[in-house]
């Protein structure tokens, strides 16, 4: 299926699982899509954009759901961000290049031997808690890559582009990604017909 796709369709999904890794999440999902499709220029993008989400906007809606799943960082946090930042260092992007290399929570475990990364050894990291090896579809985001090449057949376009992955996300139905959606008060059949819309213009 994955040869359909276009480029920046194809970059979209390796983005998905990159922002699975930094969410510290054990699987691909919807939401990880759609914070991709974010960052990938086409149809996507531009109607996300237009519709008035943007990419912060919804990785904040990730650690959100990180956060009320108990996985965010302790209070009594030992390094502290507003001292780092007088000094010129931002420590949340520290952290997020920390998580990317090393796995999610690195640079809280560092110092303290022993300790493995959040879900131990799964979720797509190797024995020493880095990303590694592949990290699965959850059935939701399964389910959107199939929608998304049924809407490409249905519009008779060769190529799966990212606005089809964005339709297959608002066809798949309930999941955390709409969720982010209505958050943002965007009307999915709204976001759908726009992006619609911009496939046919740009066919």
């Known amino acids: 299926m994955f040869e359909r796709f276009s480029h920046s369709a194809r970059q979209a999904v390796v983005r998905a699982r990159a922002e699975a890794v930094l969410a510290g999440d054990d699987h691909i999902g919807c939401e990880h899509l759609l914070v991709s499709l974010l960052a990938e220029p086409g149809a996507a993008a531009q109607a996300l954009s237009a519709a008035g989400l943007g990419a912060d906007q919804a990785r904040a809606a990730l650690a959100g759901r990180a956060r009320s799943a108990g996985r965010d960082r302790p209070d009594d946090d030992p390094l502290d961000a507003e001292a780092l930042a007088s000094i010129g260092i931002d420590l949340d992007a520290v952290r997020r290049a920390a998580d990317a290399s090393f796995g999610p929570g690195a640079l809280d475990r560092a110092g303290q031997p022993g300790r493995g990364g959040r879900g131990g050894r799964g979720g797509g990291r190797d024995a020493q808690g ?33 606005g089809h992955l964005l339709i297959g996300v608002i066809d798949q139905g309930a999941n955390p990604a709409l969720g982010t959606l209505a958050a943002a008060g965007i009307d999915p059949a709204a976001l759908r017909a726009d992006v619609v819309r911009r496939l046919a213009e740009a066919a």
């Open 130 to 162: 880095r990303p590694g090896g592949r990290l699965p579809f959850g059935a939701d985001a399964k389910k959107a890559l199939e929608r998304g090449l049924r809407a490409a057949a249905q519009s008779r376009q060769p190529a799966i582009s990212t």
